[in-house]
């Protein structure tokens, strides 16, 4: 029933969720930037293909290890656990694990073709065939299913121009629009009030504006190499008097233990200030290894101060790190910087502790 899935125990079911959590936050986004192109959903981006081929080697080398000596993920049974990473995995071993790149791992081998062959699981997904040859970007077959795209704009086009060449047909309603607010003159006060409160939202709307284009610098960080590209972009359009940089490391790296538990808590973070992406940008790199890791990670932001008192919901995790404002003119802080947003480097600010996987807030 629920409690074998779902853990008979209070400890069984925070392994059950932390594994759910492993797959959902570790797997299923990198197997589908890795696949999707394959099968022509998304376009091909090498450099994020590539990042993706590397989480599906160390995720499975996770697993692998900790399958040693396990048949299941939790206990001696299937549970909820075993379920939702197995579904995670099911794009990768169909189209891109093939066998020269699961060779390795054995026991996730093992322990993946226990559970597809299970009855339950074939009543959902069939018989289900491991990948024999990896899948490769289709760049035709991306064309067929986003040519309709141009159509539809040219046609939405279209019926622009015909709009403007007919505007006397149009005249009555948009009379009958503005006419409308006008009846509501009593109440102006109230629409003041309201219009008040919406701006009152905005976090930012008393920071000086600046102009850096922070969707533009996102976009070349993701379609571009990061150290060619994305990073001689951030540092010639960095605007110092209205940003600010910021490095941040975990107070308690005692408390870590596992890699995959550590990027659990990085997720957990970037998750809980979604709304704070509009006019900032972080990287969170997760370095060492298991039983011996840290969480270092640099931001900026517009603002010389730190950004997360400004709304209460940004305010619950970041004290959980000691924050420290960086000299964009310290050829030091452009190091970690550099290093922080490349995913690469020496990392001095943890001695001993190489870049193990990285969280990118944008």
């Known amino acids: 029933g629920n409690e074998q899935l779902l853990g008979k125990s209070h400890t069984d079911a925070a392994l059950v969720q932390q594994w759910i959590n492993f797959g959902d936050n570790e797997i299923l986004p990198a197997s589908c930037t890795w696949v999707f192109p394959c099968l022509g959903i998304t376009q091909f981006n090498k450099q994020e293909t590539d990042k993706a ?22 206990g001696e049974r299937i549970s909820q656990a075993d379920i939702t990473v197995a579904c ?81 047909k149009k005249e009555q309603p948009k009379q009958e629009k503005k006419e409308k607010p006008a009846k509501k ?22 920071l000086p504006k600046s102009p850096f284009d922070f969707d533009a610098f996102k976009r070349c960080y993701s379609n571009e190499d990061t150290v060619t590209k994305a990073l001689p972009y951030f540092w010639e359009k960095f605007d110092k008097p209205t940003m600010s940089i910021w490095h ?50 640099v931001w900026f932001w517009r603002g010389q101060d730190l950004a997360f008192p400004l709304h209460p919901d940004w305010q619950v995790d970041y004290e959980s790190y000691t924050w420290t404002k960086l000299d964009p003119d310290d050829p030091k802080a452009r190091k970690m910087v550099n290093e922080h947003f490349a995913w690469e480097g020496d990392f001095d600010v943890c001695p001993g502790l190489k870049f193990n996987q990285g969280k990118i807030y944008k």
């Open 185 to 206: 003159d009593d109440n102006d006060e109230d629409v003041d009030e309201d219009a008040e409160k919406e701006d009152t939202k905005d976090p930012w709307k008393d």
């Open 248 to 297: 941040c490391i975990y107070n308690y790296p005692g408390e870590l233990k596992k890699i995959f538990m550590t990027s659990n808590l990085v997720g957990g973070f970037i998750q809980r200030i979604e709304k704070m992406r509009k006019f900032s940008f972080g990287s969170m790199c997760v370095l060492g290894e298991d039983d011996k890791n840290q969480i270092s990670g």
């Open 88 to 168: 995670d995995l099911l794009l990768a071993y169909q189209y891109v694990l093939d066998p020269a790149f699961r060779g390795s791992y054995g026991n996730v081998n093992r322990w993946f073709t226990t559970l597809i062959n299970q009855p339950q699981f074939k009543k959902v997904i069939g018989d289900f065939k491991l990948c024999e040859k990896m899948a490769q970007f289709d760049g035709k077959k991306y064309a067929e299913l986003h040519g309709g795209d141009k159509k539809k704009k040219e046609d939405g086009g279209d019926k622009k121009k015909e709009e403007k060449k007919t505007p006397q």
């Open 53 to 74: 081929k590397e989480q599906i080697q160390k995720a499975l080398g996770v697993l692998n290890s900790y399958l040693t000596t396990r048949t299941f993920l939790v």
